[in-house]
């Protein structure tokens, strides 16, 4: 194939095209990103005496222990607490373990930070006891441990240590451990309350998130961060959707909620950390607001908006409000940030295309976004039903469109927004990926056709139709795969842009096709020969004019070999430029066995007015040469 490229750029690229959408999926927040370690830590939302209440905790020793309603709760939002009570005549060490978020990495030199509330419900004796916290292994090896004193008061009281492990621990299968001395404690009975092991943070953070994957996410480059959700936003019925006001403040103070993801969030992970995590990474957030639907299917009556509008008018507050004027920026500069954060774009809802939310989106998004408009005409407001489908007043500006389908359909489709009218509207290609081979079936089991981690087929289809989207960024202003995280075996999705588990982050295929269009995205259009719509060849090319670069990107679908002549109008080309390939067998993925299966590789590649480039068999390569 000649590509011949032109001597104009057609447009500028906007900065915001690649980023990520994230939400509390497949443990990506608790248990992922948000750096606790103890699963379970303050017993939200779970039922007294329950087995469930105890997940994520295990007697050591002997000890007898229970999630009760305690009579004297913590808090208000924490009702719950775990009671040991230490049987008489032990002489071991007895006590609580908590096994992590399936598992628990201990790493040598490495200091943990350890905290919790704690009561004698009924003390017996007097004067304080000594409690060890200890990381251990399951078989009993002690990594690093300290010791802290526990005053007997029937008030609650909190204790906080540093704990250094001196070794590694082998693998992740590893406890945190309380214990006290059965003979010294013999009968008596203890409650805990908000328990909480922290290791290092990204950039130490507090409350903050765990390096590797916060580092994996800094990596891919991106320029927005879409939260809360997705339908973690959302809710399973009203009471149950997200609210902003109950994850910012003292953790003690957050009630966590049901996730829409099978598990309770304990919203450590909140408003206030997504922002700071903004600000960290230079992205500019894409805030979803609750838009009256639940996930069961109730709409709230249009006559009963006003309560859900006004919580939304104060999550908008909180963000860049005036503490002078408004409570909720006022409760942000207590939390210590009096200035405003940067925010232009708040998505109304997630997938109100779905059921019977596109019938009521017609008045939640009117009288919504009437409100909100009105006091906030700075900010877009992006909206999450099909668009043009149904009519929507006021019209909106910005649409969200997603798209789960098979790799062959995303090379195919490279040019959905070709034919889009260019009538002021943008779009937000908020969701999308390849997740199934099975056209019949996309939302299957991997025995369906469902890819369990991304291949090198569906990360190939993914840049193929992203080629599209930089051609038509005149329109789309922004772009990201999802799931942006997911627990490599505890998931309630596949396939991931990244995996992880106690120990490590695994980066797929796709995840690389992400990273090289996020750090190759340029700053100007220009337009080529255009490939086939539905061939196995697909290109872009784009100019980064801070150094003259031209960034052209070649995605090969087929299994053979796929040459390309390239013919620039420009006078001096440079000799020799880059290339980065990401190739591989089509049906190979980067796994926890295998996680480098695939990696990109970067080789100098001959360049000029004219040259030819050999694209491998399933590849995506990104050639970067000066053309001053
Ligand atoms: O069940 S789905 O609607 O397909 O869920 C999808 C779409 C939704 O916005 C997001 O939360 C999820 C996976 O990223």
Wanted: a negative charge; proline letters at 6%.
């Amino acid at each position: 194939v000649t590509v011949t490229v032109s001597a104009t750029a057609s447009h500028a690229i906007p900065t915001t095209l690649w980023g990520q959408m994230y939400e509390d999926i497949s443990f990506s927040g608790d248990g992922g990103l948000y750096a606790e370690l103890l699963r379970n830590r303050a017993f939200q939302r779970v039922t007294p005496g329950t087995v469930a209440s105890l997940v994520g905790w295990q007697a050591v020793n002997g000890a007898s222990i229970a999630v009760v309603a305690e009579s004297e709760p913590v808090s208000n939002a924490l009702p719950n607490a775990l009671r040991l009570t230490v049987p008489a005549g032990s002489t071991a060490q007895v006590g609580v373990a908590n096994t992590g978020y399936f598992g628990i990495k201990v790493t040598a030199d490495t200091t943990y930070k350890a905290s919790f509330h704690y009561r004698f419900p009924s003390s017996t004796s007097s004067g304080s006891l000594s409690a060890t916290l200890s990381l251990q292994s399951t078989a009993g090896r002690v990594f690093g441990s300290t010791s802290v004193s526990l005053s007997r008061s029937t008030s609650w009281a909190r204790v906080a240590a540093d704990l250094t492990a001196t070794e590694s621990a082998g693998d992740t299968s590893n406890l945190f451990v309380i214990s006290v001395d059965g003979a010294e404690a013999a009968g008596e009975t203890v409650s805990l309350a908000m328990l909480s092991l922290f290791p290092p943070t990204f950039r130490g953070r507090e409350n903050g998130l765990r390096i590797d994957l916060a580092e994996a996410l800094e990596e891919m480059g991106p320029a927005f961060f879409r939260f809360p959700g997705g339908n973690n936003l959302e809710g399973q019925t009203v009471d149950r959707r997200w609210q902003w006001n109950a994850t910012v403040g003292p953790l003690v103070d957050r009630p966590g909620r049901q996730g829409d993801w099978s598990y309770i969030n304990t919203d450590g992970l909140g408003l206030l950390e997504y922002l700071e995590w903004c600000e960290d990474l230079n992205m500019i957030p894409i805030m979803g607001i609750w838009a009256g639907y639940a996930l069961g299917g109730t709409s709230v009556p249009q006559s009963q908006l006003g309560p859900y509008i006004q919580q939304a008018a104060d999550q908008i507050n909180f963000v860049i409000g005036d503490p002078a004027t408004s409570e909720a920026a006022a409760l942000r500069a207590r939390l210590g940030r009096p200035e405003p954060f940067a925010l232009e774009y708040v998505e109304v809802g997630n997938e109100d295309f779905i059921g019977s939310a596109p019938g009521t989106y017609t008045y939640r998004w009117r009288d919504i976004v009437t409100a909100l408009q009105a006091q906030f005409p700075d900010i877009h407001f992006i909206a999450s039903t099909i668009p043009w489908n149904p009519v929507l007043t006021p019209v909106p500006t910005h649409y969200d469109v997603h798209v789960y389908q098979t790799p062959t359909w995303f090379a195919q489709n490279s040019f959905f927004y070709d034919d889009f009218q260019r009538n002021g509207t943008l779009y937000f290609e908020g969701e999308y990926a390849a997740i199934s081979t099975n056209p019949n079936n996309i939302f299957g089991s991997p025995a369906q056709g469902r890819l369990v981690y991304p291949t090198m087929q569906s990360a190939a289809g993914e840049a193929a139709f992203m080629t599209g989207l930089e051609r038509n960024s005149d329109i789309v202003f922004a772009a990201a795969y999802a799931p942006l995280i997911g627990h490599a075996t505890n998931n309630q999705w596949t396939p991931n842009l990244l995996a992880f588990d106690a120990g490590q982050v695994y980066k797929s295929t796709s995840f690389y096709v992400q990273k090289f269009f996020s750090h190759n995205r340029g700053d100007e259009y220009i337009p080529s020969t255009l490939p086939a719509r539905t061939g196995t060849l697909y290109w872009s090319v784009v100019r980064k004019t801070s150094t003259s670069e031209i960034i052209i990107k070649v995605i090969n679908t087929a299994a053979t070999v796929a040459p390309v002549t390239f013919e620039l109008p420009f006078a001096n080309v440079a000799s020799t430029g880059t290339a980065e390939v990401l190739t591989g067998g089509g049906t190979t993925s980067n796994t926890p066995s295998s996680p480098n299966a695939i990696v990109p590789v970067t080789s100098t590649i001959a360049t000029g007015q004219t040259f030819d480039y050999n694209a491998p068999p399933v590849s995506v390569s990104v050639l970067t040469f000066v053309a001053p």
